[in-house]
C-alpha cells in the first residue's frame, strides 16, 4: 500500500496563490509517476498536471497551462503543485496520485485510470 497525503489547501481570494504538496515515505517513491487531480462539486474528476518518475516529463492540461507548475523532490520525496491567477472555477478537491513505472519507459499522463494510489485530497477554495 503507497499512502499519500495532500497538504497546503485552503481558502485563497481571487488571483491569488497557493502551493500544494503530496508526501509519502515509500521508498519506492522515485518508481512511480505522480498526477494532481480536483474534482469540483457536480463536475468529474480533471487531471491538471503530472510527472513523470525521474522528473524529466511533465504535462498540463489546457485549463491550467501557464497557471500552474508541477515539480517533484525524490530525496524529500515530495511532489508539489504550484497555482497562480487562482479564479472561483478553481475551487475544487484536489487530489494526488501515483502510478507505477519502469524506469525504461517513463512517461506521464492525464488519464485518472492509469493511477494506482490516490490520497484523500486538500480542499482548495477560491473566493472574495
Known amino acids: 500500500q503507497l499512502q499519500l497525503v495532500e497538504s497546503g489547501g485552503g481558502t485563497v481570494q481571487p488571483g491569488g496563490s497557493l502551493r500544494l504538496s503530496c508526501v509519502t515515505s515509500r521508498y519506492s517513491w522515485d518508481s512511480y509517476a505522480i498526477g494532481w487531480f480536483r474534482r469540483a462539486p457536480g463536475k468529474d474528476l480533471e487531471g491538471l498536471a503530472c510527472v513523470s518518475s525521474g522528473g524529466g516529463i511533465r504535462n498540463y492540461a489546457d485549463s491550467v497551462k501557464g497557471r500552474f507548475i508541477i515539480s517533484r523532490d525524490n530525496t524529500k520525496k515530495t511532489v508539489t503543485l504550484e497555482m497562480k491567477s487562482l479564479e472561483p472555477e478553481d475551487t475544487a478537491k484536489y487530489y494526488c496520485?501515483?502510478?507505477?513505472?519502469?524506469?525504461?519507459?517513463?512517461?506521464?499522463?492525464?488519464?485518472?485510470?492509469?493511477?494506482?494510489?490516490w490520497g484523500q485530497g486538500a480542499q482548495v477554495t477560491v473566493a472574495s
Open positions: 496520485a501515483a502510478d507505477y513505472q519502469y524506469y525504461s519507459d517513463p512517461h506521464c499522463r492525464l488519464n485518472a485510470q492509469e493511477y494506482d494510489y
